[in-house]
């Protein structure tokens, strides 16, 4: 039994296991593009933030904006870390099939 799905299979297809598995870890590297976007996005407002609060970079700034910019940068790299695992893994997946 599937435990993803629930299908009941009399016999272990190794070709269509694999096309599931390339399948997963394809759709692992997309959300992991988007989660990156995501952390991009972050940096950026955190630097508007940043832009806003220092008057036009007239004045010392606050905490906040720094923080979020120095947690989004380290989020990103971490994503883009396993990124690159996701699409190694996935090389390796699709020569199998």
Same mark, same amino acid.
């Given at each position: 039994?599937?435990?993803?799905? +629930?299908? #009941?299979?009399?016999?272990?297809?190794?070709?269509?296991?694999?096309?599931?598995?390339?399948?997963?870890?394809?759709?692992? #590297?997309?959300? %992991?593009?988007? *989660?990156?976007?995501?952390? !991009?996005?972050? @940096?950026?407002?955190? @630097? =508007?933030?940043?832009?806003?609060?220092? =008057? +036009? @970079?007239?004045?010392s700034s606050s905490a906040g904006?720094? &923080?979020?910019?120095? %947690?989004?940068? &380290?989020?990103? *790299? &971490? !994503?883009?870390?396993?990124?690159f695992a996701a699409r190694r893994?996935?090389? !390796? !997946?699709?020569?199998? &099939?």
């Amino acid at each position: 039994m599937c435990p993803e799905c +629930g299908d #009941v299979r009399d016999k272990n297809d190794s070709q269509q296991d694999a096309e599931i598995k390339r399948r997963m870890m394809r759709d692992r #590297v997309y959300h %992991l593009k988007m *989660i990156s976007y995501l952390a !991009i996005t972050v @940096f950026v407002a955190g @630097f =508007g933030w940043y832009w806003w609060d220092t =008057g +036009g @970079f007239q004045q010392s700034s606050s905490a906040g904006p720094l &923080v979020l910019q120095g %947690l989004a940068a &380290v989020a990103y *790299i &971490v !994503i883009r870390g396993l990124l690159f695992a996701a699409r190694r893994r996935l090389k !390796i !997946i699709s020569r199998a &099939v």
